[in-house]
Protein backbone atom coordinates (compact mmCIF):
# COMPACT_ATOMS: atom_id res chain seq x y z
CA UNK A 1 0.00 0.00 0.00
CA UNK A 2 1.32 3.45 -1.05
CA UNK A 3 1.92 6.07 1.87
CA UNK A 4 -0.35 8.48 0.25
CA UNK A 5 -3.27 6.30 0.53
CA UNK A 6 -2.35 5.20 4.13
CA UNK A 7 -2.43 8.39 5.22
CA UNK A 8 -6.10 9.44 3.35
CA UNK A 9 -7.24 6.27 4.91
CA UNK A 10 -6.00 6.85 8.54
CA UNK A 11 -7.43 10.50 8.03
CA UNK A 12 -10.66 9.46 7.11
CA UNK A 13 -11.01 6.74 9.95
CA UNK A 14 -10.17 9.23 12.41
CA UNK A 15 -12.70 11.82 11.45
CA UNK A 16 -15.27 9.40 11.59
CA UNK A 17 -14.43 8.08 14.76
CA UNK A 18 -14.29 12.02 15.97
CA UNK A 19 -18.33 12.64 14.43
CA UNK A 20 -19.38 9.62 16.39
CA UNK A 21 -18.25 11.14 20.01
CA UNK A 22 -19.16 14.50 18.81
CA UNK A 23 -22.62 13.13 18.36
CA UNK A 24 -23.10 10.66 21.51
CA UNK A 25 -21.06 14.01 23.66
CA UNK A 26 -23.91 16.54 21.92
CA UNK A 27 -26.51 14.15 22.57
CA UNK A 28 -25.46 13.52 26.06
CA UNK A 29 -25.41 17.22 26.45
CA UNK A 30 -29.34 17.77 25.25
CA UNK A 31 -30.31 14.92 27.47
CA UNK A 32 -29.27 16.26 30.90
CA UNK A 33 -30.73 18.23 33.07
CA UNK A 34 -29.19 21.72 32.86
CA UNK A 35 -27.92 22.97 36.03
CA UNK A 36 -27.38 26.91 36.83
CA UNK A 37 -24.28 27.90 37.48
CA UNK A 38 -24.32 30.92 39.88
CA UNK A 39 -20.71 32.57 39.95
CA UNK A 40 -19.92 34.84 43.05
CA UNK A 41 -17.11 37.74 42.50
CA UNK A 42 -15.95 39.71 44.97
CA UNK A 43 -14.42 43.35 43.95
CA UNK A 44 -11.21 43.83 44.25
CA UNK A 45 -9.56 46.89 46.48
CA UNK A 46 -6.70 48.39 45.06
CA UNK A 47 -4.35 50.26 47.74
CA UNK A 48 -2.90 53.18 46.33
CA UNK A 49 0.12 53.33 48.58
CA UNK A 50 1.21 57.26 49.20
CA UNK A 51 2.02 59.39 45.82
CA UNK A 52 5.65 60.93 46.44
CA UNK A 53 6.76 63.34 44.25
CA UNK A 54 10.26 63.49 42.40
CA UNK A 55 11.96 65.08 45.09
CA UNK A 56 10.35 62.94 47.74
CA UNK A 57 11.46 59.53 45.85
CA UNK A 58 14.87 61.07 45.10
CA UNK A 59 15.16 61.54 48.52
CA UNK A 60 14.13 57.84 49.81
CA UNK A 61 16.65 56.57 47.41
CA UNK A 62 19.37 58.59 48.75
CA UNK A 63 18.52 57.48 52.46
CA UNK A 64 18.57 53.81 51.44
CA UNK A 65 21.62 54.51 49.54
CA UNK A 66 23.48 55.96 52.24
CA UNK A 67 26.79 56.92 52.09
CA UNK A 68 27.69 54.15 49.58
CA UNK A 69 26.94 56.78 46.89
CA UNK A 70 30.23 58.65 47.84
CA UNK A 71 32.37 55.38 49.02
CA UNK A 72 31.75 53.32 45.23
CA UNK A 73 33.30 55.12 42.54
CA UNK A 74 35.02 53.61 38.92
CA UNK A 75 38.25 54.48 41.19
CA UNK A 76 37.49 51.70 42.87
CA UNK A 77 37.59 49.14 39.64
CA UNK A 78 41.08 47.48 39.49
CA UNK A 79 42.97 48.20 36.70
CA UNK A 80 43.55 46.99 34.10
CA UNK A 81 40.79 43.87 33.75
CA UNK A 82 42.66 40.94 34.07
CA UNK A 83 40.33 38.02 33.22
CA UNK A 84 41.82 34.83 35.66
CA UNK A 85 40.36 31.01 35.45
CA UNK A 86 38.28 29.01 33.29
CA UNK A 87 36.12 32.14 31.82
CA UNK A 88 35.34 32.85 28.37
CA UNK A 89 38.47 34.79 27.05
CA UNK A 90 40.73 33.71 30.21
CA UNK A 91 43.17 32.20 27.81
CA UNK A 92 43.59 35.42 25.73
CA UNK A 93 47.56 37.04 26.60
CA UNK A 94 47.62 40.18 28.92
CA UNK A 95 47.75 43.48 27.31
CA UNK A 96 45.44 47.01 27.12
CA UNK A 97 43.43 48.11 23.89
CA UNK A 98 43.25 51.80 23.62
CA UNK A 99 40.55 53.77 22.89
CA UNK A 100 42.40 55.08 19.42
CA UNK A 101 42.71 51.42 19.07
CA UNK A 102 38.56 51.36 19.33
CA UNK A 103 37.82 54.45 17.67
CA UNK A 104 40.27 53.16 14.02
CA UNK A 105 38.38 49.99 14.05
CA UNK A 106 34.79 51.80 14.64
CA UNK A 107 35.68 54.00 11.63
CA UNK A 108 37.17 51.73 9.15
CA UNK A 109 33.04 50.73 8.44
Not at 11 to 23: D, T
Not at 80 to 100: H, K, T
Amino acid sequence: MKQNALKTLIKQAVKEAIQEELKDILLEAIKTPKQTVVESTQPQTIIDGPSMSSKERRVAYQNILGDMHNQLTSQDVPKPFNPQGAMPGGDLPSGEVGMSQIMNLMNSK
